[in-house]
């Protein structure tokens, strides 16, 4: 553990990229292979699993130490964080190790200790008594940083200011690698385990598992800058979807469906891997998941009630019809071809899909565009379509690892808008702890009043944030918990990707990644738009 | 102080005080002077030489005598000054007033007033940790204690500042091929550091025009400090490489900061407890040091005062004030301009 806590406060404690490297190529070096697996799962976001929540955490601290609930929750509002709360807490009351006490003097367990044997056992003690006893006896050996450390692990989420790429390229500099190599045994490895490390590292050529994706290939925005010397020849075009970006991998006698996420959503989508058992073994797509009924791409709303159960039922399976939009063949005849071009793989996918192609599996179409202009029409016109947008792919190119700049592109329709008024506030977490950086926005009913329909955190530079900050720290009505209702001021326009009915929400509408687009000072309050203007929007998109 | 507790405000027409805010700052009526006063006066106490509790104007100051060079430089050398060495007793108006150490920075005071039997203390801002640079605080037994609450949440809790000067110390070393900018505040803290540091290196430090003068004006009053230089004696091209630099935070991310290729960051501050906080502000590094009393010395500090009612002046003033409310103390909100010296944390 004290190993991987030197890690995190060096990576925490720069912002220069080589002295991250520099930090985790000292790390693996010297780091037993079961750790380096966990540290590898960690630092990638690839394990988030929260063995308790934060209110548990919270609970149990509350309940061993006695402590005012008041105090804890003032506490709380100035961190914005509870593992973090709680491991300054733990110190306040000397429940903590001093931190300058020499490692050495106590025992250290390793990390894969803490993770394969401790934390499991602490989630298996249901009597909470029992728990917040072993909790606090967890605690009393560590230092505030390693409580808020071992915190984060227990309450999963734990996010480590790291880019993937920077851990890629320390592992493959230590162990003497290409990082494409590093990058696509990484991808799909979910488990940890000093044999899952060996193999991350292994000098020579392995067999890939049979489950295992490749690396997605990610697309960057489309930019004036390439349109100038414009070829059509050069360019495939194509809808881009409002799905689940997926591999379907077929190999070894079974189907995998991975998301661009790098989960496994096989259980997700039991009617589309049941189809794909007709695709010859050694096979493996990308594509685009997304709900169609009634020849309609429904919304992304539609398409998350497949996600995150353990099992479909047979009646959501019904109701929301998948179907999958091949784009892309990445393996075909167990060989990877990721190296040919874009127009010979297309050949090769047609050919593997021609039996396959239903109402449930389809092609995605190229489109046609002579110029510029035309692929802003055909933009202008993907909402029509369903789509979110235009992709733009170079007919040339190989399928690149992650996001290489030159052969994918996306081109996304502009964002429904409508003008709002902040109704809500509330304090951030991490970064913005102690601001107010979480705000709802309200439209106008019927009967003149506000009704709240989204929450946004972004869009707002650093001098908004603060100066907004200031406004409603002035201008609150009434406080609830965390939450500060305000005096209905200021007007912003929200951007969003999509709008849906739901019957979850007051306003009766959900809408898909709101964000801050400007902060309308031209604006007054009741010049807002009003929620049957959202409700029109409703039957212009999907 | 936060607006939901102004209404809490301590009527001062209802309640006969020897100490109250008025829009000048904290007026002593049997004594006729106010102290830190935010505007001219005819006779203003000083604290302490921070910006936001000596401002200029009044006709006369009365200051601890460790406290009036820094006054000088901060206000001027043409004002009439009376400065009193700690402990000494002086009558103004019916009441006598006397110094006594609050541990803060160099000549820092707590006032102490003693009217009709009754004694009264004003804090002004204090600390309790250890400091080579300034005299360590002295409890004052009084009935009333009239206390700063800049960090009054119990997160907040400090390591005594040579361990955190140590951490200083080898996060400069840990990389000897950049410049490390140390930012903290140009009086008090900055002269702190360098006191810490001579326990672990003789090598020579750097320091920010702003820094330099009150690092002279530490010395001369027979404060032992590191070696220093100002960044600006150096000649064109000197790269500052594995130099240890000290500069004010007003200077992170200007154009002083071009001088120095690549440096490495860090601030020296009691914000620093709260990681949000650090990566806000934009610094790689946060060292927790502060000048003020943290969560535990403050509770400790009130009680060993003997004081059973007690104002607060600024900081988290509503959590100390329900606090110390549950534990039976009479508790009052004076409302007053000092700033969370170690600047806002929101």
Request: proline fraction near 4%; charged fraction near 30%.
């Amino acid at each position: 553990m004290k190993a991987f806590t030197k890690l995190y406060d060096e990576l925490d404690s720069t912002t220069s990229t080589n002295e991250k490297i520099t930090a985790l190529k000292k790390y693996f070096t010297n780091a037993p292979a079961d750790d380096a697996m966990w540290a590898v799962l960690i630092l990638t976001s690839r394990i988030s699993k929260r063995v308790l929540t934060s209110r548990s955490l919270r609970e149990s601290f509350l309940r061993i130490t006695k402590y005012s609930n008041w105090l804890y929750e003032e506490s709380y509002s100035q961190v914005g964080d509870t593992a973090e709360t709680l491991s300054l807490l733990l110190q306040s009351l000397d429940l903590a190790r001093h931190e300058s006490i020499a490692p050495g003097e106590t025992s250290d367990k390793s990390l894969s200790n803490w993770l394969e044997v401790d934390i499991p056992e602490l989630a298996k003690i249901k009597d909470e008594d029992q728990r917040a006893e072993k909790l606090l006896s967890f605690w009393k050996e560590l230092t505030p940083l390693e409580i808020f450390i071992l915190n984060k692990l227990m309450t999963g989420g734990f996010r480590v200011g790291v880019s993937e790429k920077s851990v890629v390229r320390a592992l493959s500099e230590v162990f003497n690698l290409e990082t494409d190599q590093v990058s696509h045994r990484l991808t799909g490895a979910t488990d940890p385990g000093a044999e899952n490390f060996k193999r991350l590292i292994s000098k020579e050529k392995l067999e890939s598992l049979p489950s295992q994706p490749y690396p997605f290939c990610l697309a960057y925005a489309w930019s004036e800058r390439t349109e100038k010397d414009w070829d059509s020849q050069r360019w495939c075009i194509e809808w881009k979807y409002d799905g689940i970006r997926s591999q379907i991998i077929r190999r070894a006698g079974a189907i995998w469906i991975w998301s661009r996420g790098e989960d496994d959503i096989s259980v997700s989508f039991p009617d589309i891997a049941e189809l794909f058992a007709a695709l010859p073994d050694g096979t493996v797509l990308d594509g685009e998941i997304v709900i169609i009924k009634d020849d309609q791409i429904q919304s992304f709303q539609e398409l998350q009630k497949r996600l995150g159960r353990k099992k479909v039922s047979a009646l959501t399976l019904k109701n929301t019809p998948a179907a999958f939009i091949a784009y892309d063949c990445l393996e075909t005849g167990h060989e990877d071809i990721r190296q040919i071009s874009l127009r010979e793989r297309k050949q090769i996918l047609e050919k593997l899909m021609t039996p396959l192609l239903s109402k449930k599996i389809r092609l995605s179409p190229t489109l046609n565009a002579e110029n510029p202009e035309q692929v802003e029409d055909l933009r202008a016109l993907s909402r029509e379509k369903q789509a979110e947008g235009v992709m733009i792919k170079d007919w040339s190119s190989s399928y690149p690892v992650g996001r290489k700049t030159g052969y994918w592109w996306k081109n996304k329709v502009d964002p429904l808008t409508l003008d709002a008024v902040l109704l809500y506030a509330q304090a951030g977490t991490g970064r913005r702890a102690n601001l107010y950086t979480d705000y709802t926005f309200a439209l106008w009913s019927e009967n003149k009043e506000l009704i709240p329909f989204a929450k946004a955190y972004s869009g707002l530079d650093q001098d908004e944030i603060n100066q907004l900050d200031y406004w409603i720290r002035r201008h609150t009505k009434e406080k609830f918990g965390p939450v500060r209702s305000l005096e209905p001021f200021h007007v912003f326009e929200i951007g969003f990707e999509g709008i849906a009915a739901s019957n979850r929400h007051k306003s009766g509408i959900a809408v898909r990644f709101p964000r801050i687009l400007r902060w309308r000072k031209d604006k007054k309050f009741d010049e807002a738009d009003h929620l049957t203007t959202a409700f029109k929007l409703l039957d212009g998109t999907p | 102080m936060k607006a939901r507790a102004w209404h809490k405000i301590w009527n001062i027409k209802t309640v006969n005080n020897l100490v109250r805010a008025t829009s000048e700052g904290l007026y002593c009526e049997p004594g006729n002077f106010f102290i830190d006063p935010w505007k001219p006066v005819q006779t203003a106490l000083i604290t302490h030489a921070h910006s936001d509790h000596a401002h200029a104007g009044s006709a006369q100051y009365f200051c601890a005598e460790k406290c009036l060079p820094l006054l000088k430089h901060r206000i001027g050398h043409e004002n009439k000054y009376h400065a009193l060495k700690y402990g000494e007793k002086f009558k103004i108006g019916d009441t006598v007033i006397s110094f006594h150490p609050a541990g803060h920075i160099l000549g820092s005071s707590q006032v102490r007033i003693e009217y009709k039997g009754k004694v009264w203390v004003v804090s002004g801002d204090f600390k309790r940790g250890e400091d080579p640079s300034c005299d360590e605080f002295e409890v004052v037994h009084c009935d009333v204690f009239i206390s700063e609450a800049t960090f009054a949440l119990p997160i907040y809790r400090w390591e005594s500042g040579e361990v955190t000067a140590k951490k200083i110390f080898d996060w400069w070393q840990s990389d000897l091929e950049r410049p490390s900018l140390l930012f903290c505040y140009a009086l008090g803290k900055s002269q702190r550091v360098l006191a810490e540091l001579k326990k672990f290196t003789d090598k020579k430090v750097y320091l920010h025009g702003a820094v330099e003068n009150l690092t002279e004006i530490y010395r001369k009053n027979g404060i032992d400090l590191i070696d220093t230089a100002p960044v600006a004696s150096m000649e064109k091209g000197y790269s500052f490489k594995g130099d240890l630099i000290i500069a004010p935070p007003s200077a992170h991310r200007s154009t002083w900061m071009k001088r120095f290729k690549d440096p490495q960051t860090a601030f020296a501050s009691g914000w620093m407890q709260v990681r949000g906080v650090r990566r806000r502000k934009g610094y790689e590094k946060g060292f927790v040091l502060s000048d003020h009393a943290d969560w535990i010395e403050l509770n400790r500090t009130i009680e060993q005062t003997g004081a059973k009612t007690v104002y607060l002046t600024h900081g988290k003033t509503d959590v100390l004030e329900r606090y110390l409310t549950e534990k039976g103390y009479e508790v009052r909100l004076f409302k007053t301009e000092y700033e969370d010296q170690e600047e806002a944390s929101s």
